[in-house]
């Protein structure tokens, strides 16, 4: 399976900053998703990077907030904007395989 | 919209016991996955499925997927301290890499020595 690496593992923002994820993926991937995982909760997708075109929103995320590039088939970045402590998560990059889906180890941001 | 519903929330076993993990759903999926995690790990596949009623083995990991295509099951024989950890289930609609997951809310796992 694809092997996912996540950047940065961690970080300690202030509020109304912004905060860019690197999700790098060894090899060329159709379908690449991001996740956001509060708190002692499961993984809610956040939207599909799409590469080449807009990334697909699900309800109650807009692009505003989680900014997504896919400029190819083996990177993307999700951005979170003007942060507030709510937005305290992990967050997930994912890749879609025949074989499943595979995860990286995920971004843990905490907003001060 | 499609939820998965995992219980209990948390799951005590002594090391060596075996244990159980249902997950159910009011929709149908086409495959059911299982995910563990480990704290700051993303979540790891353990088993897909992708046939009603296919069991599935993975060493000490055994998983059913339900032939109403709304549960499925996960079995731990003989646990060990490293299975500590938090299993998660989902379900996919449509088979393949293009079809998103939906996620039950997970069953933490502990182990006791």
């Known amino acids: 399976s694809a092997v996912i690496s996540q950047k940065p593992s961690r970080d300690i923002c202030q509020r109304g900053t912004s905060l860019t994820i690197q999700c790098q993926v060894d090899?060329?991937?159709?379908?690449m998703f991001w996740y956001r995982q509060q708190p002692g909760q499961s993984l809610t997708l956040i939207a599909t990077a799409n590469q080449g075109s807009e990334a697909t929103y699900e309800s109650g995320f807009v692009i505003d907030k989680f900014p997504i590039s896919r400029p190819n088939l083996t990177f993307s970045t999700l951005t979170v904007s003007n942060m507030s402590p709510e937005d305290s998560s992990i967050y997930l990059c994912s890749v879609g395989q025949v074989t499943g889906y595979t995860f990286g180890s995920g971004t843990r941001l905490t907003v001060v | 919209g499609q939820q998965l519903n995992q219980s209990p929330q948390s799951m005590f076993i002594q090391e060596g016991e075996d244990v159980s993990m249902n997950c159910t759903s009011s929709s149908i999926f086409n495959t059911w996955l299982w995910y563990k995690q480990d704290p700051g790990e993303g979540p790891v596949l353990l088993i897909a499925?992708?046939?009603?009623?296919e069991l599935t083995s993975n060493g000490r990991l055994t998983a059913q997927f339900g032939i109403t295509r709304k549960d499925s099951f996960l079995n731990i024989s003989a646990s060990i301290p490293s299975d500590v950890g938090i299993y998660f289930c989902?379900?996919?609609?449509?088979?393949?890499?293009?079809?998103?997951?939906?996620f039950g809310k997970g069953i933490t796992l502990s182990v006791r020595p």
């Open positions: 499925l992708y046939k009603a009623g």
């Open positions: 090899s060329q991937v159709t379908m």
């Open positions: 989902a379900g996919q609609l449509l088979a393949g890499a293009n079809s998103k997951l939906t």
